[in-house]
């Protein structure tokens, strides 16, 4: 059991370039729906790369925030949960107790677990930090994304529950570090890219790569 915050917000521009982002979030207070691609009301300003199903939930553990103000004291008082677009925050959980395929319950809602965020420039102009986004993603300290299996309602006090553990699966800081290392054991990455329940856009970044690692010379 995990307990959880709730998250959502609208468009809003960013401070210096103007450029819309949704990653402004306001605590929920009321329950929710929840439906394949996110929470009612939740949006997100580059639909290229944030939100459809694979991305319609994302989490961020709350324990990394102690790690990026430390590491950017000057943002130290704008980095509290909600601040990098999440919009669930947890201190009960982070990259090392969920594995890619698990499913939990979430309200009435079922969630899986199925890819790490990928940090973009837009975090460090947010907190007007050069390099955030960089560290995020060198220290994996990235979160993750649920697609949502069953829609449902989720209320403020709900909790996050393991259903079903991913049988022989990778944990996502295990498989974030086989996806960061510069020559990942070729099984290896094999059986990361054949797990059930992995967001396609990253299967298909893994087989490249493993196509490029297979060959000769």
Not at 80 to 86: I, N, T, Y
Not at 110 to 120: F, I, K
Not at 181 to 208: F, M, N, Y
């Amino acid at each position: 059991m995990a307990r959880i915050t709730l998250f959502t917000g609208s468009i809003r521009p960013l401070p210096d370039s103007g450029r819309p982002t949704g990653m402004y979030k306001t605590p929920v207070t009321a329950p929710i729906a929840l439906g394949i691609e996110g929470f009612s009301g939740d949006q997100q300003a580059d639909r290229r790369v944030h939100g459809g199903p694979d991305k319609a939930v994302h989490l961020y553990p709350a324990r990394h925030y102690a790690r990026l103000a430390e590491r950017f004291p000057e943002a130290a008082p704008q980095l509290v949960p909600g601040a990098l677009g999440e919009n669930l925050s947890t201190p009960d959980l982070d990259e090392g107790d969920v594995r890619i395929g698990d499913l939990w319950q979430l309200g009435s809602a079922l969630l899986q677990v199925c890819q790490p965020r990928n940090p973009c420039w837009k975090i460090d102009e947010r907190f007007s930090a050069d390099g955030m986004a960089g560290f995020i993603a060198e220290h994996r300290l990235t979160g993750w994304y649920w697609r949502v299996l069953r829609t449902g309602y989720v209320s403020p006090g709900d909790t996050l529950d393991l259903l079903h553990a991913a049988p022989d699966s990778f944990t996502l800081r295990d498989a974030q570090r086989l996806w960061q290392a510069h020559r990942p054991a070729i099984a290896d990455l094999e059986r990361l890219a054949d797990l059930p329940g992995l967001a396609p856009a990253w299967r298909d970044k893994i087989v490249q790569r493993l196509s490029w690692l297979k060959k000769p010379g």
